[in-house]
């Protein structure tokens, strides 16, 4: 699967990582199916792109459509995180133009940035003092 999804309930957060080859059906697949989950409605999230080796470019439409879904399906209640941890110059720029996207959806209470290094990931979701490692551990 090149998406596999860890969940940490004790401190609310998806941790989702990318794997070999990613395209756009990949990502709505696991939004659709993550997020439409009732029990982690209102979690922070993590999208880490560390291990993705090739992206198959998605048009600009596939981005904004993925931003509008995501938006819809978020509780509407929730100031949750959204982190995408892009060390690549390629995965950055879509999580930028994802980013951009969300912004402007109606309604948006979703926070997304997009970051170089766990730790600045860490910082922005509120983890920091924590390694890596413990909140895989603690995740199911």
Known sequence: MPISCRINHFRRVVLAAGH???NDQDVFTYQKTVWSRKDIAGYDELMDMTEVQKIVPPSTARIRQL??????MESSNSA???AILAPTDEAYGYGRMFKAFRAYQDGETRNVEVFRTKQEVMGFLGLAGLTWEQIIQESV
């Not at 931003?67 to 819809?72: D, F, G, I, M």
Request: aromatic content about 8%; charged content about 25%; cysteine-free.
């Open 67 to 72: 931003a509008e879904v995501a938006s819809k």
């Open 80 to 82: 949750s995180k959204f």
């Open 20 to 22: 070999g080859t990613l």
